[in-house]
């Protein structure tokens, strides 16, 4: 039995995406599951790195404001960056248009709404999860651990595998449906997308010993770049 | 606490650390460590209750959670992402496998040490969190990721700075409306999103 290219390749995302979630939520904490990381990943996985790279780290520079802490609501950032970068990476690889910008662009918006849509959507299977878990109490700690680990990989595979192929089907119409001007748009907006990473580094930092070296750097920075 | 457990050849100390413990997961090490260091005592005939045990533990766990999110969460996390989104910049996949490996590197190497550090310490561990040496360590390193950061705020200025158009202005006014917004914690994703759909309707309708 063939199964179908984006079958196939949503199977080999959701195993992706299954593994990137477990590292982030009930594993290493490594930095694999960060939109860069990932759109890496993606990249070697679909034979576009520099296409998954560029996604990748457009998302992270605007999610770099956002570290996961003090109780910081966060969207679903592993489904977000896996079926951003897939679809930038199908569109590269896909079309004759050559103006990469574009076509990174569209799987950057699709990233930040896959990741509120995954996130929304799952939101109830999380919380009746974190109930099914805290029922088994902590003599049966090491069985918990297991479903734990199991129930994470499941749900975030879950997630890729029915939302890629819905996000997929609207990048291609929106790559074949947009007109010049419209595209001339977004890539104007991706020209622009570098300045949500200064905005996000700004906020990251912003406490007074912290900004005296980020604005010092910057400067000597800015200063070394014109020079050379 | 398993392997502890069983090394000590006591059963019944697993199954007494099967209860709720939060803290950051590369300092938690250094907590198991230091109950390791007490169970032996207690076990010694040392004059350490399992009270004592239990205090040491709810004692140690929400500060070195805290410590931990500083130190990890807000200073190498960022400064190992802000370094790999300036590889990624100048397209250096050898240079982001290099970050992804240095920065584990040091969380293995901190995980490791954290379980031998706790173990030598026990109860002493209390006042090295609380040294100004360790406060020094943490923000050696925070305003080393703000330097990482200012380097990479240099590279995303500078094409800006150096391309005299209206586009320059614009990402100038992008900065200050983007900042404004996240001071108060409103979602990047969504004022980007906004974004996106203004360029779109803007150039359909100016051609």
């Known amino acids: ?228 | 606490m398993h392997p502890a457990g069983k090394a000590l050849g006591s059963g019944e100390i697993s199954a007494r650390h099967q209860g709720f413990f939060n803290c950051n997961p590369n300092l938690t090490p250094i907590v198991v460590g230091g109950i390791v260091r007490l169970e032996e005592q207690k076990l010694a005939g040392r004059p350490v209750s399992e009270e004592d045990i239990e205090h040491f533990k709810k004692s140690m766990g929400p500060p070195l959670a805290a410590i931990g999110d500083l130190f990890f969460l807000a200073g190498l996390k960022p400064l190992a992402l802000t370094l790999a989104c300036v590889f990624a910049i100048y397209k250096s996949v050898s240079g982001l496998l290099a970050v992804f490996l240095l920065y584990n590197l040091l969380i293995v190497g901190c995980r490791f040490w954290g379980l031998r550090f706790g173990y030598r310490k026990g109860w002493e561990l209390v006042e090295v969190f609380s040294s100004s040496a360790f406060q020094r360590a943490l923000d050696l390193i925070q305003t080393a990721a703000a330097l990482c950061g200012g380097v990479l705020a240099a590279v995303l200025l500078f094409r800006y700075l150096s391309d005299r158009s209206w586009g320059s202005l614009a990402a100038g006014l992008l900065i200050v409306s983007a900042v404004a917004l996240l001071r108060r914690d409103i979602s990047a994703s969504w004022y980007a999103v906004f974004l996106f759909l203004l360029s779109v309707l803007f150039s359909t309708l100016v051609g």
């Open chain 1, 1 to 228: 039995m063939e199964l179908s290219p984006l079958l196939e390749t949503s199977m080999r995302l959701a195993v992706l995406a299954g593994l990137l979630a477990v590292d982030l939520r009930a594993g290493w904490q490594s930095l694999a599951s960060e939109p860069l990381f990932a759109g890496l990943a993606v990249g070697l996985l679909l034979g576009e790195p520099q296409a998954g790279i560029a996604t990748g780290l457009f998302v992270q520079l605007i999610w770099l404001s956002m570290p996961p802490m003090r109780g910081a609501e966060r969207p679903d950032q592993v489904a977000g960056a896996v079926i951003g970068a897939a679809s930038s990476c199908l569109l590269v690889s896909r079309t004759v248009d050559s103006r990469v910008e574009f076509l990174v662009g569209i799987g950057v918006v699709l990233a930040l709404l896959a990741a509120y849509v995954g996130r929304t959507a799952t939101d109830p299977l999380w919380a009746m999860r974190d109930r099914y878990l805290g029922r088994m109490g902590w003599e049966g700690a090491g069985r918990a651990y297991l479903v734990g680990l199991g129930s994470v990989f499941l749900l975030e595979a879950m997630v890729v595998f029915v939302l890629f192929p819905l996000f997929q089907l609207a990048a291609v119409l929106a790559e074949g449906v947009l007109g010049e001007v419209a595209r001339r748009g977004i890539v104007f907006w991706v020209a622009l997308l570098p300045t949500f990473g200064v905005a996000s580094i700004v906020n990251l930092f912003w406490q007074k010993n912290l900004v005296r070296s980020l604005v010092l750097t910057t400067f000597v920075g800015v200063l070394v770049l014109w020079l050379k």
